[in-house]
């Protein structure tokens, strides 16, 4: 792998890990279009763990906090039982998240390798992003969230596991529809996916060890993981702003877009 390829594939994981359009996706047909014949799953690995590692700084005042809540469990403040509730709909989302990532696992590793599928997909992420634009004006806050909530938005979660389905997409679109706030859903979407993807990773590096060694030049993947995780914790500055003006549903004519045109492209060829 070159520089130039591997700067292509960290920037395109770190605007698509966060952005509603599935990173998984876009690796895929990215690495396509560059010629790959078989995934590079230790790399995607790595690009992961750089993304993964935007993400916890980004929100480590709300970990630190979720923390400290679990730590000082005799404090009884209004802020601390908020903070061990949203813990708490963590553990909720999680259940279902692992139940169907352990159920689909072996499926899925056939369908990471087939554009198609992939892109078939992304139209279905983008209907679910259309569809959340029906409940812009969410209104219930942490106070109001439920367990049901919850467990719809983790098994979303699970579902965005195949290959196209984009997990915030899914994850938010499903809190905007069930009325939650959109700073709230945002906030909960990415707090949940932290173990998913803790989980997710452990898995994948052990397969990905036993098929790949690393490269006897790491340079170009140096340069692909720094830009993984500085152009990650840029995307979730702007999509933040992007939730927070109810434009949520733009996203869906991106990944009409992509996802035919390289249907359009894999079926002619």
């Given amino acids: 792998m070159t520089t130039p390829q591997a700067l292509v594939l960290g920037i395109v994981q770190a605007l698509t890990e966060f952005l509603p359009v599935s990173s998984s996706a876009h690796l895929v047909i990215m690495q396509d279009y560059l010629g790959f014949k078989n995934p590079l799953l230790l790399f995607d690995v790595i690009l992961h763990a750089a993304t993964l590692g935007a993400l916890l700084v980004y929100f480590r005042k709300d970990i630190g906090k979720i923390i400290l809540s679990l730590v000082r469990l005799k404090e009884k403040s209004d802020e601390e039982m908020l903070n061990r509730k949203i813990f708490y709909f963590i553990l909720v989302g999680t259940i279902p998240t692992l139940a169907l990532g352990l159920v689909l696992n072996q499926w899925i590793k056939a369908m990471f390798t087939s554009v ?88 994948q590096l052990r397969e990905a060890l036993l098929e790949q060694t690393l490269p006897s030049h790491p340079f170009p993947w140096i340069g692909g993981v720094l830009a993984a995780a500085i152009i990650g914790y840029i995307s979730l500055v702007l999509f933040r702003k992007i939730i927070l003006r109810k434009k949520l549903h733009i996203f869906a004519y991106y990944c009409w877009t992509i996802g035919t045109i390289s249907l359009i492209i894999r079926l002619a060829t």
């Fill in 116 to 203: 198609t599928f992939t892109s078939l997909m992304l139209l279905v992420t983008g209907a679910l992003l259309w569809i959340s634009k029906r409940r812009a004006d969410s209104e219930r806050g942490i106070e109001e969230m439920k367990t049901t909530d919850a467990f719809l938005i983790g098994i979303m979660q699970g579902v965005a596991i195949i290959p196209g389905i984009s997990r915030s997409g899914a994850t938010m679109s499903t809190g905007l529809l069930r009325g939650i706030k959109k700073e709230l859903a945002f906030r909960y979407s990415f707090l949940l996916s932290i173990p998913a993807i803790i989980g997710a990773l452990g898995l």
